[in-house]
Every structure is written in structure tokens, then in C-alpha cells.
């Protein structure tokens, strides 16, 4: 049977915390004895009456009855880990934390046996002798004593699952007969187990799992005897006693339960009074604070309902094992908050976002971030926008955005993998595109002279990418960045070369990956298993090197990590030169800086960060991707060298280093370190040659 099945004297009735009222007269107390004794017997026999008439008409296909408890399945919430197995959150539409009957503390059986069904191991369904105690407590007016109810624990779980909420004889009836027939078809333990998981406790919480979280911030087993005093006298009227509305009430019940524990021999004396005295610490429950990471668990949500095939994910117990590293949550969450001042002043340097014009325009400048591991592809962080409460729209997958220069490595990557060096030198010179638009570079300078490839890479020239393009040729452009991730559609335009083409966080994630992890691309991943309440296991994530794609060559992948180098010792994220040890990336801007990139990584860390108006909103000149996006990158990749210290990037065999003049290509003890491929070295001489020997100008190569 079970482990704890007190034994109590039933003829021994739980005495009074205050003294009883003064006899009355021996006439009057034989009437009311025999009144009762004939209520008692009525009532009985009534009942008795009933369960005998089989073919009546309310007790037909009682085994259908009986259905919703007879396959009764445990709810419980269902749990988000993290990589290191701390939760992220619990998902539920109702609260339940389900503990089997094994798992329950005996201490707490024990004080809900003694408050609500001290015969619940003896009695077949219903309790004569419970009844008879529940009407002299009435007829004595014992409304501040300790009081046990009329209905068994067997007839209240009946009640709750069964049959309506209304008071009548008939109901009454159908509670005694069905809880008769319930105790034939399951045994007490199960019974006493959907009891205590599945009552209404209050604040929202469902069972006595969820009540200990709900009320003191505790799991069950943490549970003092005065805590699971307060949580076991619930039962009976959860709005009533619910502490953080009416404390006082809520002691009181607590302090009958410890009473009656201590009448059942639970508690000496001095147990009782101690606990009694001990004050009760309770938790405001904020729901906020059960889900960490919420975009991310926004994301593993639908993740997993396609993944299972199902709609229901929450309270199915399921136990989803997620790739979110909560470290790295907490480092960009911080880097988001960080960036107040650069969105505040963002918002006071765009007309369209002005304050004084617009009394909203504090929430306009939005900002996301998001890390994945470039060895797996897994996520380790992603916040989706500055406050998740207002807006639950995540920036990192749902927006697309034109990514402006970030989407220069995809150009510059082809070139090299086509043979292209670095120290190959292009004439900078203005550009108009079919359309009429005419592209500038960063700051307008450095036209009508040259430039090697690098140069125009790491300033971020537009007009000498433009070029690079054209003859790579916009569809082999394309083929080459989906094949590095770009999941979104590329219009086949010139403007795509310098990033006019929307893609969303995920694919620059995707594309900066390949060039951290030595040329492989992996699937974004979210979720690494999945389990039911069982513990069997319906999802594991594929292995990372099983899903792993050589998309570019590791040699090509390094040319282009010492290329994104360069931008932050002297291009355009010079803010982040002390990272250039063990970080590099690149800016992006688009079109009137409605959308500010900088996208980056270490040996182990991928990150992009984004930074804009929702609605596409141009912020004006003062915004770029330098001012917005990078810091943000800034902090967040600074504390994760602080936290985990960071490795330097390993040149392969076949990649060699020269000092090279950045603007005609040749060696050059002047010159800046560029990286080339071992069988295609950069020339002893400059690429460009005087026309003759008096003359000052050069023709482009």
C-alpha cells in the first residue's frame, strides 16, 4: 500500500483550541444528541438507499463517469533548460509542478490527512463518522475550532473532476456513489495523488508543487513543517486563506492544521507551539521572473511545435533541453541595456524620431542581439528587442532588414576564393548605377585613386565593391551567399552588392559562422533534445559535424578573418581595436541608417547586433553602424573574454603573411600585414607604373 498510513483512533475526536462553551442542560443536550443521531441515520441510510437502486437513471454508464479519473494523466508544466541545465523557464497555461505520490513528503500526506481525511486509508469512499463530526461541530457552533469537512478526500476529487459546482441532494448522492465506485477502480495512493496535484491552491497555482513555488519561492522538499501547514490548510477554501490577501486568515488555518497534527500525534506539544510561533516568509510570485530569455523561449516554443508536430506545448510536462548559454544571456541582455544612450541619442539626432515632434520617440530606436557558436551552430543568446514587455517582436528572425557593408564579405569572399589577393589594386572612382542612384563611400574621400582590395574592404569603399561585383557577376554573387547561409531571397540588383537586399539576423549569423569556423556552416540550432514527463526521449538534435557543410575553403575562411581584422585595427570599427586580438567583423549601414549592423566573432563566439526603427524610419547622419550597433558588440564580446578568456585565431598551413603597401599592392617594409594564399604571394613592385618617367600620375592596372 503506501509508506504512511496513520493509524488513528477514530472514537477520539479533535479537541478545541479555546475552551468549549459552558454544558447546557441535560434535557437540551439528550434532544440534540438524539436529533443528530436521527440526521445521521437518515442521511445514511438515504445514501445507502441509492447506491443499492443500480438501474436508476443518474447512475447509468457510471463507468463513463468515472473516465476523466479512471485515465486520469498527470499535468505538469513543461521546463526549458539551458546548455548547463539550469532552467530558463516553465510553460504553462495552468500551474502544475506534478509530484508522484512516492515523491511526496511524508510530512506533507501526513498534515493534509489530518486537516481534510484523517480515515482516508479506512473509509470506502465516504466517512459516516467524518459526517456525524462535520454536523455537531455545526450544531455546536464551533466556527473558530478546528473543524474536519463531511467530504472524504476521495468525494472532493469526485466533486472537482465530475460534477457541477451547485449544492443539492442529488449531487451529494452522485459525490458518495461515484466515490465508492472510485475507490473499487483505483487504489488510495493514485487517488490521494491527483488530489494533491491537481486542486486549485490559489495565485494561480494547481497542486501543492506549484503552491510551494507560488507562495514561498521554494520546491516542495524545501518545505519547513509550518509551510506545509499553510499549504495543506488550503484545501478547503483557496481564495479564503490565500496569504497574500488575507494573511491573518491564512495563519489562522495554518495554526488548526498544526493543531490537528499534533492531535493525530504528528507533533509533541512543544513541536506544535514552536511551529506555531514561527513567522511565515512568503514570495510574491512574478511571472516575469519564471522566464528568463524570453524571446529565445518565445523561439524554442514554435521550434518545438514543429518539430513534435504539435500545438501543445505547454503543461505536457516535456522537459526541452535548449542550446542558451544563460552566462551569455545575462552578458547580452546587459549590452542591450547598455545601449540607452547611443538609442536616446539616436532618436534626439533623427527629425523623423525627434521628442519634441514625436512623445513615443523614446521606444522607436530598437536594438537586438544575437550569438551562436560558429563549432555548432547552436544559439547561446538572443535578445530580440530593447523590452520585452512592450513589444514581443524578435528582431532576430521575424525582421528583415538590408544589411548595407556587412554584406561585403560575401563579395570579398568570392573574389579571394576566384583568385583575387588582397593586395590586388582597383581605381576608386565614382559610380551610377542603371537606376540613376549613385553610390558614395564612407565620407566621400579617397575617389580617383587607388586602392588594393583590402583598403577598399576594411574602409568600407562602396564604389570600388560595386566594381568587384560586376565582374564576379551578380548571379555567381547569389549562388555564393546562399550557399554561405542567406536564407532570404537576393534581388538580382546592383544595389544587392552593397547590402540593398533584406535578410534577417539568422542569415548574417549563418554567413559570419562560415568564416569562424574554418569554411562550415551548421544549421542554427535551438534545441538539443526533448523529452516527455516520462524521461523518454522524442527529439535529439542531429550532431553538429553530422550536419557540418564545407561551403568555403579554411584558407580563404582565414583570408577573410585577417580581412575583418584590419576593420577594427584601422577601418571603420577602430572603437574596437583593443578586441583585434581575438575579434574581428564589420560594419553595416544602410541607406539613411535605418539599419545598423555590426556583426563579429571570436574563435568561439559569433555575434550580430542590429539597431534601427521598426518601421524603416530614416535616424539621420550622426547614426551609423560605428555608433549604434558596434558598441553594443563592444560590451557584450568584452565580458564574455572577461568570463571565458578568449582564443587567438590559428593561420592553416598554405595561408602566409607579408607587409604590403594598402594602396598599390606591393611588398613594403611600410606596409600593413595582409594574409595570401602560399601559391599566390603579392608582387615585390607596385601594380600601378608611371606613364613615363616625368610624368606624376599612374594608370590604373
Request: glycine share 6%.
Amino acid at each position: 500500500m503506501s509508506f504512511f498510513k496513520p493509524s488513528f483512533d477514530d472514537d477520539d475526536d479533535v479537541d478545541e483550541f479555546t475552551s468549549l462553551p459552558k454544558p447546557r442542560s441535560m434535557i437540551r443536550s439528550l434532544l440534540r444528541a438524539i436529533a443528530i443521531s436521527l440526521a445521521i441515520g437518515g442521511i445514511t441510510a438515504l445514501i445507502f438507499f441509492f447506491l443499492l437502486l443500480k438501474d436508476l437513471s443518474v447512475f447509468d454508464d457510471n463507468h463513463n463517469h468515472l473516465a476523466a479519473l479512471l485515465t486520469w494523466k498527470n499535468k505538469n508544466n513543461t521546463v526549458v533548460y539551458d546548455q548547463r541545465g539550469e532552467v530558463i523557464a516553465e510553460l504553462f497555461t495552468a500551474d502544475h509542478i506534478f509530484y508522484p505520490y512516492e515523491r511526496l513528503p511524508k510530512i506533507m500526506v501526513q498534515a493534509i490527512l489530518s486537516i481534510e481525511d484523517r480515515n482516508f486509508w479506512h473509509h470506502p469512499g465516504f466517512d459516516p463518522k467524518g459526517i456525524m463530526r462535520a454536523a455537531v461541530a455545526q450544531l455546536r457552533n464551533q466556527s473558530a475550532t478546528y473543524q474536519q469537512g463531511a467530504s472524504t478526500i476521495t468525494q472532493q476529487v469526485v466533486r472537482y473532476f465530475l460534477l457541477p459546482k451547485e449544492k443539492t441532494i442529488i449531487r451529494k448522492i452522485k459525490e458518495v456513489f461515484l466515490a465508492v465506485k472510485l475507490e473499487k477502480e483505483l487504489p488510495k495512493e493514485k487517488i490521494f495523488e491527483i488530489y494533491a496535484n491537481s486542486l486549485f491552491l490559489g495565485s494561480g497555482a494547481y497542486g501543492v508543487g506549484s503552491a510551494a513555488k507560488r507562495y514561498f519561492g521554494k520546491d516542495l522538499e524545501q518545505l519547513q513543517i509550518h509551510e506545509i501547514a499553510l499549504i495543506a490548510g488550503m484545501f478547503q477554501a483557496p481564495s479564503l486563506y490565500n496569504p497574500h490577501r488575507h494573511p491573518q486568515r491564512a495563519k489562522d488555518r495554518q495554526q488548526r492544521v498544526l493543531y490537528a497534527m499534533m492531535k493525530n500525534g504528528l507533533l509533541t506539544r512543544q513541536e506544535y507551539e514552536e511551529w506555531s510561533k514561527k513567522p511565515l516568509v512568503y514570495k510574491i510570485y512574478d511571472p516575469w521572473k519564471r522566464k528568463q530569455a524570453p524571446y529565445y523561449v518565445d523561439y524554442v516554443i514554435e521550434d518545438a511545435k514543429k518539430i513534435l508536430a504539435t500545438r501543445k506545448i505547454k503543461n505536457q510536462g516535456l522537459k526541452i533541453y535548449t542550446t542558451l548559454d544563460l552566462k551569455m544571456q545575462v552578458f547580452a541582455e546587459k549590452a542591450i541595456k547598455e545601449g540607452e544612450p547611443l538609442y536616446a541619442r539616436a532618436e534626439q539626432e533623427s527629425p523623423r524620431l525627434n521628442a519634441s515632434n514625436n512623445p513615443k520617440a523614446s521606444s522607436q530606436v530598437e536594438a537586438a542581439l544575437l550569438a551562436v557558436s560558429p563549432l555548432t551552430g547552436d544559439i547561446i543568446a538572443m535578445v530580440g528587442g530593447r523590452n520585452y514587455k512592450s513589444s514581443q517582436f524578435n528582431r532576430t528572425f521575424q525582421a528583415m532588414r538590408q544589411p548595407g557593408s556587412a554584406f561585403k564579405p560575401i563579395i570579398y569572399s568570392l573574389a579571394l576564393d576566384q583568385g583575387y589577393r588582397w593586395s590586388d589594386v582597383i581605381f576608386v572612382s565614382p559610380l551610377t548605377l542603371g537606376d540613376g542612384y549613385r553610390p558614395k563611400n564612407f565620407g566621400d574621400e579617397d575617389y580617383l585613386t587607388e586602392a588594393t582590395f583590402l583598403r577598399a574592404f576594411y574602409r568600407s569603399m562602396n564604389n570600388p565593391t560595386l566594381q568587384i561585383g560586376e565582374k564576379l557577376g551578380l548571379s555567381s554573387l547569389i549562388t555564393h551567399a546562399q550557399r554561405l547561409g542567406i536564407m532570404s531571397p537576393i534581388k538580382p540588383e546592383l544595389g544587392s552588392i552593397l547590402g540593398a537586399s533584406e535578410v534577417t539576423m539568422f542569415d548574417m549569423a549563418r554567413m559570419f559562422s562560415v568564416f569562424a569556423g574554418e569554411g562550415y556552416k551548421h544549421p542554427i540550432t535551438a534545441i538539443r533534445e526533448i523529452r516527455d514527463q516520462d524521461d523518454n526521449v522524442l527529439y535529439t538534435a542531429p550532431a553538429p559535424e553530422s550536419v557540418a557543410q564545407q561551403v568555403l575553403s579554411k584558407e580563404v575562411a582565414y583570408l577573410m578573418i585577417e580581412g575583418m581584422r584590419q576593420v577594427l585595427i584601422r577601418g571603420t570599427a577602430q572603437k574596437a581595436s583593443a578586441l583585434s586580438q581575438w575579434a574581428v567583423g564589420k560594419t553595416g549601414t544602410s541607406n539613411d541608417s535605418k539599419d545598423n549592423w555590426f556583426a563579429g566573432f571570436s574563435r568561439d563566439v559569433v555575434a550580430v547586433v542590429w539597431s534601427g526603427s521598426d518601421a524603416s524610419i530614416p535616424l539621420g547622419s550622426w547614426v551609423q553602424g560605428s555608433r549604434l550597433a558596434l558598441p553594443v558588440w563592444m560590451s557584450f564580446m568584452s565580458q564574455v573574454f572577461a568570463a571565458f578568456p578568449p582564443r587567438e585565431f590559428v593561420a592553416p598551413e598554405g595561408v602566409v603573411r607579408y607587409q604590403v603597401d594598402d594602396r598599390f599592392g606591393n611588398i613594403s617594409d611600410n606596409g600593413i600585414n595582409m594574409w595570401f594564399l602560399q601559391t599566390a604571394p603579392p608582387s615585390p613592385e607596385a601594380s600601378l607604373r608611371p606613364v613615363n618617367d616625368d610624368a606624376n600620375f599612374r594608370n590604373p592596372f
